[in-house]
């Protein structure tokens, strides 16, 4: 056998071994999809079948069910108010971190990582104490300012990523030519890193949005996240397979229009911190 | 504004220093309202016993002593490495076999990561729930198609012996693509020089891989590593959706038990005193491989 003809054996493997894990990776929730919108006779034949009259009426049904919508709409609230603070509070941290050293400079950014390594319940339960007393307790904006213990490290350690390629030159003439530090970071910054800063949102949002332990905990009816609604499903678990698989479906859409909008950068995002 | 800005510029260090804090402290106040505050209020509570009553009796280390004391709590803390150490070893084989075999397609590449990465893309608690309806054992897809190959019928999470490992299996499913996305874009970032002159030296794909690729891989592999495994221990979302911790307690890990120690039987400071406990293992573990790091890249 020649080089080239075993060459060739080895690509045509690639592509069945690459086939494999697509069709591995992309049946369970091709499955999930057909339960939604077969009647509860057909998603429970068995054996299964396989061709059936669609309905749409789980998708309906869903919308009707007690706090689904509100708890669809929190998390879209919640994720915006998450991502801005995530932003607003991380840039300049980001940025004073990379060009303007102070003192503590190392232990924060040892902080910042420890922050992101600890578990949930270590934060959840004192902020439960606290929130019960200040009135925060079941309310978005206090889930969101909880989930900066995570997103706070992970924002700024993106964001240091991508702002350390501003070439320093370009800041230094900005600064001659008369720019505060606020406007070089709004005039330079910005839209140099406008990718990276795009990255680093859609990765927190799709963060927030999937979020279960701390909304679990800090969440009654109010502030209820979607993911809080559809592990609500799983009580009557075993009878509602329709309600279970539609809601299940309608939460991962968001997040799968994200993914083929920003494939790239959220590919960059989650590699950034690995590969430099 | 813009003259006092001017004058910090080409100010002193110290100034520049000033305007550092500046910029600093709106994150300093939230991490210290989020991370800080819980971190020493875990601290001082676990050394009190509190039921979310109105007494509050100082105990001393004693909670600790209860837990380091409990056959159950080692249970717990086992059960949790070995979903960690199951899970991480797991997708870390697959996901890095994937990234190599992604890196030889020709075309077509970017449509397979995209899909590959969907997983990734969905709530644990959702993965969780999809799982439990394919796994299910007289309903689901899964024993259907392994009953028309003639093959056994597992109950998966319905038993002590099979639900550890199907929760280990569908956290592969889920995270996998993490590994794979990560360490392809390292495979990417490797020079091309040295795999060349290999190639001309007549050293096997065995050979290359062995003493080019995994070397100068491992500063990636052992960032994906730390990840996975805090990750893994961390674990709640795919237990709490999945098993809740049963059958008879076999999938309990620290976070589900802490969860329950605190909101369901509402031994509060004894909660806290397992996430302090947590935090120091999780700690320790961080350290170690920052250590071994820093020692093979130095």
């Known amino acids: 056998m020649n080089a080239r003809t075993k060459r060739r054996i080895t690509t045509i493997l690639a592509y069945v071994l690459a086939g494999i894990a697509v069709i591995l990776t992309l049946f369970p929730i091709f499955w999930i999809f057909t339960i939604s919108i077969k009647t509860q006779r057909d998603a429970f034949a068995m054996p299964p079948v396989f061709i059936f009259k669609p309905i749409w009426s789980n998708y309906i049904k869903i919308w009707q069910t007690a706090g689904f919508g509100a708890a669809f709409r929190n998390s879209i609230i919640v994720t915006i108010i998450g991502v801005v603070l995530a932003l607003v509070v991380g840039i300049p941290a980001a940025y004073a971190m990379n060009r303007l050293p102070f003192k503590g400079e190392k232990s924060l950014s040892i902080w910042l990582l420890l922050s992101y390594m600890l578990p949930e319940f270590l934060f959840i339960i004192p902020m439960y104490v606290l929130y019960q007393h200040i009135g925060l307790y079941d309310t978005q904006v206090g889930l969101a300012i909880v989930y900066q213990v995570f997103l706070l490290p992970f924002a700024i350690w993106l964001l240091r990523g991508f702002f350390a390629d501003v070439p320093i030159e370009l800041e230094e003439a900005a600064r001659i030519d008369g720019c505060s530090r606020l406007q070089t970071l709004y005039k330079i910054y910005f839209p140099l890193t406008a990718p990276g800063i795009a990255a680093t949102a859609i990765l927190a949002a799709i963060w927030i949005w999937n979020e279960l332990t701390i909304s679990l905990a800090l969440t009654f009816d109010a502030?209820?996240?979607?993911?809080?609604?559809?592990?609500?499903?799983?009580?009557?678990?075993?009878?509602?397979?329709?309600?279970?698989?539609?809601?299940?479906?309608?939460?991962?859409?968001?997040?799968?229009?994200?993914?083929?909008?920003?494939?790239?950068?959220?590919?960059?995002?989650?590699?950034?911190?690995a590969v430099k | 504004m813009i003259k006092r800005s001017i004058s910090i510029g080409e100010g002193t260090r110290q100034a520049k220093s000033r305007t550092g804090y500046l910029y600093v402290t709106p994150a300093l106040i939230i991490l210290g309202l989020t991370s800080v505050f819980p971190a020493v209020y875990s601290l001082i509570l676990s050394l009190f016993h509190w039921d979310w009553?109105?007494?509050?009796?100082?105990?001393?280390?004693?909670?600790?002593?209860?837990?380091?004391?409990?056959?159950?709590?080692?249970?717990?803390?086992r059960q949790t490495f070995y979903f960690a150490i199951g899970a991480v070893s797991v997708e870390l084989v697959l996901g890095f076999a994937l990234a190599l075999i992604i890196n030889r397609l020709r075309w077509g590449m970017g449509v397979i990561r995209t899909l590959l990465l969907l997983p990734?893309?969905?709530?644990?608690?959702?993965?969780?729930?999809?799982?439990?309806?394919?796994?299910?054992?007289?309903?689901?897809?899964?024993n259907?198609?392994?009953?028309?190959?003639?093959?056994?019928?597992?109950?998966?999470?319905?038993?002590?012996?099979?639900?550890?490992?199907?929760?280990?299996?569908?956290d592969t499913w889920w995270q996998t693509a993490f590994v794979f996305i990560v360490l392809s874009a390292g495979l990417r970032s490797l020079p091309t020089e040295p795999f060349e002159a290999a190639e001309v030296d007549g050293a096997s794909s065995l050979q290359k891989f062995r003493y080019l690729t995994l070397p100068m891989l491992r500063p990636v592999l052992l960032t994906v590593l730390i990840f996975r495994t805090i990750d893994c221990l961390k674990v709640?979302?795919?237990?709490?959706?999945?098993?809740?911790?049963?059958?008879?307690?076999?999938?309990?890990?620290?976070?589900?038990?802490?969860?329950?120690?605190?909101?369901?039987?509402l031994f509060l400071s004894r909660s806290m005193t397992l996430m302090v406990i947590f935090s120091v293992i999780i700690l320790a573990i961080s350290l170690l491989y920052l250590r071994f790091g820093e020692r093979q890249t130095a």
């Open chain 2, 236 to 265: 709640f979302a795919l237990i709490f959706g999945t098993t809740g911790g049963g059958p008879a307690q076999s999938t309990e890990v620290i976070q589900t038990l802490a969860y329950r120690t605190a909101f369901k039987f």
């Open chain 2, 120 to 142: 990734l893309m969905v709530s644990g608690i959702i993965v969780s729930l999809i799982w439990k309806i394919l796994l299910d054992p007289t309903l689901g897809i899964v």
């Open chain 2, 53 to 77: 009553g109105i007494s509050l009796d100082f105990v001393g280390l004693g909670n600790y002593i209860l837990y380091l004391s409990d056959p159950k709590f080692w249970q717990v803390l």
């Open chain 2, 144 to 170: 259907y198609m392994l009953s028309l190959f003639g093959g056994p019928k597992p109950v998966w999470f319905g038993a002590q012996a099979t639900a550890m490992p199907s929760i280990i299996m569908v």
């Open chain 1, 223 to 273: 502030a209820r996240t979607v993911t809080v609604a559809v592990a609500g499903f799983r009580g009557y678990a075993s009878i509602d397979w329709g309600s279970m698989t539609a809601a299940s479906i309608v939460s991962i859409i968001p997040m799968f229009i994200f993914a083929a909008l920003a494939q790239k950068y959220i590919v960059e995002g989650l590699t950034l911190g």
